[in-house]
Nanobody, 120 residues
Framework: QVQLVESGGDLVQPGGSLRLSCTTS????????MRWYRQPPGKERELVAR????????NYADAVKGRFTISRDNFKKSVYLQMNSLKPEDTAVYYC?????????????WGQGTQVTVSS
């Protein structure tokens, strides 16, 4: 049974920091690209950051570059999102995603989400 469980969401003041964690099971973690998405209130879900399975190369949305850092621990089958200098516009439900594409075949798993609220 595939599981992705996010944790670490909280209410934080602007300028603060949070670290999100996503612990996984039920699939071969080292084969999968891991991503963090977010969905702000009333808006579409958007990609925040991703990290490759092979060399842990990373990509970030322009809105979070220089403030957020994605990392993975293949031994613990977990992915993390360190969020610094948080802004009110970072308020959203944050989702962990695992994706693997092999030729025409795509496997795609999601967590249940964790709420991040940035407010004074």
């Amino acid at each position: 049974q595939v599981q992705l469980v996010e944790s670490g969401g909280d209410l934080v003041q602007p300028g603060g920091s949070l670290r999100l964690s996503c612990t996984t099971s039920g699939f071969t973690f080292t084969y999968y690209s891991m991503r963090w998405y977010r969905q702000p209130p009333g808006k579409e879900r958007e990609l925040v950051a991703r990290i490759s399975p092979a060399d842990s190369s990373t990509n970030y949305a322009d809105a979070v570059k220089g403030r957020f850092t994605i990392s993975r621990d293949n031994f613990k089958k977990s992915v993390y999102l360190q969020m610094n200098s948080l802004k009110p516009e970072d308020t959203a439900v944050y989702y962990c995603n695992a994706e693997r594409v092999v030729g025409p075949f795509r496997n795609d798993y999601w967590g249940q989400g964790t709420q991040v609220t940035v407010s004074s």
